[in-house]
């Protein structure tokens, strides 16, 4: 098949969407297919993301998305708008491209979290395109998938909360939309050698302190103030946890005011945007894994820190809570308090308290390798081409 897979933020952002995206694109190359990724980049310099092992097209448009994260606290309102504005913006610049194609150019399409693109590919080219929900649908999404989802050629997918969204608005699972969970490359994970001494000495700790990691952007979502607040609570009681912040945003200055303020700056350690790579090396040398937002759909990034065998505190919103009851990965614990998650961080401090949160997890991802996960895409856009509404 000739596949496009097209997501907005793949070159300048690494978020969950864009972790499946990528991987989904490499497997499916992997299984024989072509593959083409199209993204956005700034409209002056080069894209943040590059990707020499896959065919990348970059599209020139205003980052409108940074004026969002810097609204969130502001006004919802105006950060939905810059959210829509932006993707409008994006879909419109794909849209020129695509019509200096050959029609049907590719045998499927499949979109992130854009819902505009998919009707005007489907009126004009009659193309065949699915899109995937990464998030809860806003209310300007709401209105479109009712006539998306009864349109031939299209398809729909997702799973976590946004799943329980489409339960509520009466959509029926493998009719209406299909189940198709988050994959994680084990195989990439399992050949990885990095060197716990070195990289431990690069942030001037030893081997046997207390090290953690949360992989996340740094927007308030996140909620990264409040485990902040839970390691100064576990220093206050005599535990010492070093910390890496993986990722970057709008928040990178307040969130280390906050650690200096509350004393634990020493322990704090902002690495700052690193590629998926990167990422899985600082996740292999950590002893636990936490992800304190206020809202998650499903978490990839908890999904990969079970991978590396980590026991994962997460706070009891979303699909977070669900994804680690059932993995028997680690522990919930309340989104609004600080006190249970320094409990929770001095409890598992001690070694033996861990014990078996790590492997738990590990065997619930392995149903998860993205080889499995590529396999059911293919199937489901078969299905699509075929004409399944």
């Known amino acids: 098949m000739k596949i496009l897979i097209v997501n907005r933020a793949l070159g300048t952002l690494f978020g969950g969407g864009e972790s499946f995206d990528y991987n989904a694109a490499l497997h499916l190359a992997n299984s024989g297919h072509e593959v083409t990724l199209i993204t956005g980049k700034p409209l002056w310099g080069e894209a943040r993301n590059s990707f020499s092992n896959l065919k990348v097209i970059y599209v020139a448009t205003p980052d409108l998305r940074r004026f969002a994260y810097a609204t969130e606290k502001i006004n919802t309102k105006l950060t939905a708008a810059f959210y829509h504005l932006d993707n409008a913006l994006f879909e419109r610049a794909v849209l020129r491209w695509f019509a200096t194609l050959a029609q049907n150019t590719f045998d499927i399409v499949q979109c992130c979290s854009l819902f505009g693109l998919p009707q005007k590919l ?4 009659k193309q065949p395109v699915i899109s995937w929900l990464p998030g809860p649908p806003s209310g300007r999404v709401r209105t479109r998938l009712p006539q998306l989802v009864v349109t031939p050629l299209f398809g729909l997918f997702t799973h976590g909360s946004p799943e329980w969204s489409l339960l509520e608005m009466g959509f029926m699972p493998g009719q209406e939309f299909e189940i198709i969970e988050p994959g994680i490359d084990l195989s990439a994970i399992d050949s990885m050698t990095p060197d716990r001494c070195v990289l431990r000495k690069q942030l001037g700790i030893g081997l046997d302190d207390l ?3 949360t992989t996340a952007r740094l ?3 996140k909620n990264h103030h409040l485990l902040l607040k839970g390691i100064a609570a576990a220093r206050g009681q005599g535990v010492i946890w070093h910390w890496m912040f993986v990722g970057d945003g709008p928040l990178d200055a307040e969130l280390k005011r906050t650690a ?9 350690h902002f690495l700052g945007h690193q590629n998926q790579q990167q990422v899985h090396t600082w996740l292999a040398i950590a002893d636990i894994f936490a992800l304190t937002s206020s809202y998650e759909s499903f978490s990839i990034a908890t999904l990969e820190a079970m991978a590396h065998r980590l026991p994962v505190i997460g706070t009891d919103v979303g699909y977070l809570q669900v994804l680690i009851t059932e993995a028997k ?3 919930v614990v309340p989104s ?3 006190a249970p998650l320094a409990a929770t961080l001095v409890e598992l401090a001690e070694a033996a308290n861990r014990s078996g949160y790590g492997q738990a997890g590990r065997q619930f991802v392995q149903r998860l390798d993205w080889p499995n996960i590529a396999k059911r895409l293919e199937t489901f856009y078969r299905k699509v081409i075929k004409g399944r509404a």
């Open 122 to 125: 489907l009126s004009r080219y």
């Open 211 to 213: 090290l953690g990691i």
């Open 219 to 221: 927007v308030p979502v």
């Open 260 to 268: 200096k303020e509350l004393g634990i700056s020493s322990q704090i």
């Open 329 to 331: 990965a680690g522990r």
């Open 336 to 338: 609004l308090v600080s």
